[in-house]
């Protein structure tokens, strides 16, 4: 366990050292999310990278003639290495270490906007403005919608939640008719 | 009765429109795991120790590991209520209770929250459930005596305000008995200018033990004067562990104006059990018998808030009688011996005393106040001095008297003045005695008027006695109790009046 927290910070900081500004930490981060997806849904590629009757270096090899012209050289190298090292399982929480340490680099604050109806293209980025300008940050924005929500939206910035949703409100009005 | 649909709606639309129109705003986290009462969370940087958690439909929980990845908070209420993903919310606040005199004669959880169906409790102040204790010079020694109305007790290990009293025995051996004997004779401190209020926090009982005990303390006017604070043992396990501390900030606010204040923590031992509990499923390393390390301190810094005021801080103050259970009489367990190492004595409760019709089972031997003594009223000290080495040497006589058949004089004197205190110190529960009473039948037994009464007959004598002086010696009882001291005078009254008496008898 000691041993795979160790290999996750390794992993996570040679990611993070690729990444110099937003939006190379952008590509990074949707291609490691979408390989950490497609890791976990596909079972053929799935059970590809776990088998242990296939040679080690035969696996290295499907992945450069795969993927040599579709993603960036130095990250299908890191991602070589994990291969080689049999240490592919661990992406999932290299993904979240790299996303944690990338944010803190490159002054970034993740958000993520629930919404309980799906915004406009302009509302969206009128959003985006508006938190650059709160945060004084680099926005890593992600909208989803929650009709459960009723009205109104749920803003979180890393951890602070900012929840001006209906649904709430109703709760906390709840909470208070009954005198809790 | 007809409903009235529009009133109804009227009201809730009003009381909508005053709720706070703001933006929620929280410092969350997410619920990785959740599992045995505990939930572990990611997120929640800021997070203090003991701080309140809120989780999703209605559940807290307490923050107690700050990890470097994690959080693991304990849950106060239905884990299976919370799945993996939920938001964890930041409340800003420690754990804290309601305290005053809103909460005397309420039944409450260890959250302050009512139990009784008696309504809310609208106290105007809250204090946090962990406060530390006081220093050296906000304290002053123990002065006043504490009377628990029990002739046992008040007379050879007598208890004074602001001292921590062990309470300990097996299982069945009276001590819960002992502590609402307790309660209920601070009855009489009501009619004083400086009365006692009472808490009686259950740990880990059962629900009908609870209902009973409030009951016997209703009946009996105790709750006027008395919060119960409960966790039951099928409360959660952080309940049962928070629930001294609650119940000591409860104490915490009389002694703090002025007041003074008893406390009952009964049991320590299940609280121990549910901390030891917690700990295993917070991942803490177990030490001896299981218990984390922190166990002696879980019990030091909860005894060390009882104490009593100095004078430029209103002199109040908060009793402790805490009660531990011993398994099979073994005081050298891991939690009697932190337990006896911390409070100042301890009243022994004896099993085999207990089944010999010897109630309350108190342990003469084993038992010892530390600081008591001091707080005792002159007038029991002259009396009962003698009485703890008088029924000591008794003991002893009895064992080699069950062999021998020929006795001398003294010997046999000794026996059955023994045996006649012994009796006289039995008493029944709920009938608690006034310390001006118990002067008068011990001082009686003390000095051999009982010694030709026979063995069944000293209850009847007691209460005829006790009965006599009310009538014609009233006197004498109020002399005891305003003065405090046997004068010579008193005690010429007193021959007197038990001479009198036993020409009666």
Same mark, same amino acid.
């Given at each position: 366990m000691k041993q795979n927290h160790k290999k996750i910070k390794i992993y996570s900081e040679a990611f993070c050292s690729l990444v110099t500004n937003f939006q190379e930490f952008q590509t990074t981060k949707i291609m490691l999310n979408d390989f950490v997806v497609l890791m976990k849904k596909d079972s053929t590629i799935s059970a590809f990278l776990q088998s242990k009757s296939i040679d080690r270096s035969q696996k290295v090899g499907i992945f450069k003639n795969a993927l040599n012209d579709v993603i960036n050289n130095d990250l299908l190298n890191i991602i070589i290495v994990m291969v080689e090292n049999d240490d592919i399982n661990l992406l999932s929480d290299v993904n979240k270490n790299f996303l944690s340490l990338a944010k803190e680099k490159l002054n970034v604050a993740y958000v993520e906007v629930v919404a309980s109806f799906d915004m406009a293209d302009d509302s969206k980025n009128n959003l985006l403005q508006e938190l650059k300008t709160a945060t004084n940050k680099e926005i890593d924005l992600n909208f989803s919608v929650d009709k459960s929500l009723i009205g109104g939206l749920k803003i979180k910035v890393d951890d602070m939640l900012f929840d001006s949703s209906l649904k709430t409100k109703l709760e906390n009005a709840k909470l208070k008719l009954i005198g809790v | 009765m007809e409903i009235k649909t529009n009133q109804i709606g009227d009201l809730l639309r009003n009381q909508i429109k005053n709720i706070d129109s703001d933006i929620d705003i929280n410092e969350v986290g997410e619920v990785l795991e959740v599992g045995d009462g505990v939930a572990r969370t990611s997120g929640l940087g800021n997070i203090m120790s003991s701080e309140l958690v809120e989780f999703p439909n209605g559940v807290f929980g307490m923050a107690l590991n700050l990890e470097e990845e994690n959080v693991g908070a304990v849950l106060f209420g239905d884990s299976s209520l919370i799945k993996e993903g939920d938001t964890a919310k930041r409340t800003g606040r420690v754990a804290e209770v309601p305290v005053g005199e809103e909460l005397l004669g309420r039944v409450v959880n260890p959250l302050g929250q009512p139990l009784d169906g008696k309504g809310p409790i609208n106290a105007k102040e809250t204090l946090p459930i962990e406060r530390k204790a006081l220093g050296v010079m906000s304290r002053s020694p123990v002065n006043e005596p504490l009377q628990t109305g029990l002739k046992a007790i008040d007379s050879m290990i007598p208890i004074g305000r602001g001292q921590r009293e062990l309470i300990i025995g097996d299982r069945q051996t009276g001590k819960s008995a002992i502590a609402a004997d307790t309660i209920i004779n601070q009855k009489s401190s009501h009619d004083t200018d400086s009365p006692v209020h009472c808490i009686y926090v259950a740990i880990g009982q059962k629900a009908s033990t609870v209902a009973k005990l409030v009951g016997e303390l209703e009946s009996n006017g105790a709750m006027d004067y008395t919060t119960v604070v409960v966790a039951n043992a099928s409360d959660p396990a952080p309940l049962q562990y928070i629930a001294p501390y609650a119940g000591c900030a409860m104490g915490e606010y009389y002694r703090d104006n002025g007041m003074h204040a008893l406390i009952i923590y009964d049991d320590l031992s299940k609280q121990a059990v549910a901390y030891r509990q917690m700990s295993l499923v917070l991942r803490r390393p177990p030490g001896r018998?299981? &218990?984390? =390390?922190?166990?002696?301190? #879980?019990?030091?810094?909860?005894?060390?808030?009882?104490?009593?005021?100095?004078? !430029?801080?209103?002199?109040?103050?908060?009793?402790?009688?805490?009660?531990?259970?011993?398994?099979?009489?073994?005081?050298?367990?891991? %939690?009697?011996?932190? +337990?006896?190492?911390?409070?100042? @004595?301890? %009243?022994?409760?004896?099993?085999?005393? &207990? /089944?010999?019709?010897?109630?309350?089972? +108190?342990?003469?031997?084993?038992?010892?106040? *530390?600081?008591? =003594?001091?707080?005792? %009223?002159?007038? $029991?000290?002259?009396?009962?001095?003698?009485?703890?080495?008088?029924?000591?040497?008794?003991?002893?006589?009895?064992? &080699?008297?069950?062999?021998?058949?020929?006795?001398?004089?003294?010997?046999?004197?000794?026996?059955? *003045? @023994?045996?006649?205190?012994?009796?006289?110190?039995?008493? /029944?529960?709920?009938?608690? $005695?006034?310390?001006?009473?118990?002067?008068?039948? %011990?001082?009686?037994?003390?000095?051999?008027?009982?010694?030709? +009464? !026979?063995?069944?007959?000293?209850?009847?004598?007691? +209460?005829?006695?006790?009965?006599?002086?009310?009538?014609?010696?009233?006197?004498?009882? !109020?002399?005891?109790?305003?003065?405090?001291?046997?004068?010579?005078? #008193?005690?010429?009254? $007193? /021959?007197? @009046?038990?001479?009198?008496?036993?020409?009666? &008898?």
């Open positions: - | 018998e299981a &218990f984390p =390390g922190d166990v002696f301190y #879980l019990h030091s810094r909860l005894l060390e808030r009882a104490s009593k005021l100095a004078k !430029d801080l209103k002199s109040g103050s908060l009793t402790a009688l805490p009660i531990i259970e011993t398994q099979e009489g073994d005081v050298s367990a891991y %939690i009697p011996t932190n +337990v006896i190492s911390i409070t100042d @004595g301890q %009243i022994y409760l004896n099993t085999s005393l &207990f /089944n010999g019709g010897v109630r309350p089972a +108190v342990d003469v031997g084993l038992s010892v106040s *530390r600081v008591g =003594g001091n707080a005792q %009223i002159k007038a $029991m000290k002259k009396i009962a001095g003698k009485l703890r080495l008088d029924l000591a040497q008794f003991r002893e006589l009895e064992a &080699f008297a069950k062999f021998a058949s020929d006795l001398d004089e003294t010997t046999a004197l000794q026996i059955t *003045r @023994g045996r006649r205190m012994v009796e006289i110190l039995k008493q /029944n529960q709920y009938v608690p $005695m006034s310390v001006s009473n118990q002067v008068v039948i %011990i001082y009686a037994a003390g000095k051999g008027y009982l010694d030709d +009464v !026979d063995l069944d007959r000293v209850k009847e004598f007691e +209460v005829g006695l006790l009965e006599y002086f009310h009538t014609k010696h009233s006197d004498c009882l !109020d002399q005891i109790s305003q003065e405090g001291d046997i004068s010579d005078d #008193l005690e010429k009254a $007193m /021959n007197t @009046g038990i001479e009198e008496f036993k020409k009666t &008898f």
